[in-house]
Antibody, heavy 124, light 107 residues
């Protein structure tokens, strides 16, 4: 069965960096687009970024553009989110989620396969 | 970016009631809407995709409809296990957006 397991969260000071990982199993990772979605404490869901099946196309929400980078390593079946210049408002649970299909075109719907989330807390 | 305006933000209903949540998109998004259920401390669960297609295992008392800019999500015969927050979400393009959420409580 599809399994997604995030790691790498923790407490970090404003302006510092953190890299999240998402280990995927149970499906052909190299054939699937992948997303990051976050949720601040007590708030709603917020989409962060998407990558196509091969990492050649990536898109970001405006509030992370230029600071965050989504990438993937198909040899390790792992998705990453490099987060730089972190701000207190980036504090959230970060989820990785599987996209529907290769996601090489104009859309990449979210499937129902999500990880359990990893908490990132940005505080001095 | 496409905005999704979801209403109401909260609602309280009795067991057995019919409950409806609406979502309006800021532009035509065809049928590219999904509906999600989230319980505290858990990842969201996909209920409906492509506006009206039930995800495998989701009971048929849950339904969705709509196209273009106006979408509805309905629970027919509310059950105690339905207590959760519900979100609409569009995927008409690569910049996905969610509605603000509807917190559902049992009276």
């Amino acid at each position: 069965q599809v399994q997604l397991v995030e790691s790498g969260g923790g407490v970090v000071q404003p302006g510092r960096s953190l890299r999240l990982s998402c280990a995927a199993s149970g499906f052909i990772f190299s054939n699937s687009g992948m997303h990051w979605v976050r949720q601040a404490p007590g708030k709603g869901l917020e989409w962060v970024a998407v990558t196509s099946f091969d990492g050649s196309n990536t898109y970001y929400a405006d509030f992370v553009k230029g600071r965050f980078t989504i990438s993937r390593d198909s040899s390790k079946n792992t998705l990453y989110l490099q987060m730089n210049s972190l701000k207190p408002q980036d504090t959230a649970v970060y989820y990785c989620a599987k996209g529907r299909g290769f996601c090489a075109g104009s859309s990449c719907p979210l499937e129902g396969h999500w990880g359990q989330g990893t908490l990132v807390s940005v505080s001095s | 970016d496409i905005q999704m305006t979801q209403s109401p933000s909260s609602l309280s209903a009795s067991v057995g009631d019919r409950v409806t949540i609406t979502c309006q998109a800021s532009q035509d998004i065809g049928h590219y809407v999904s509906w999600w259920q989230q319980k505290p401390g858990k990842a969201p669960k996909l209920l409906i995709y492509d506006a009206s297609t039930l995800e495998t295992g989701v009971p048929s008392r849950i339904s969705g409809r709509g196209s273009g800019t106006d979408f509805t999500f309905t629970i027919s015969g509310l059950q105690p296990d339905d207590i959760a927050t519900y979100y609409c979400q569009q995927s008409a393009n690569l910049l996905i957006t969610f509605g603000q959420g509807t917190r559902l409580a049992i009276k």
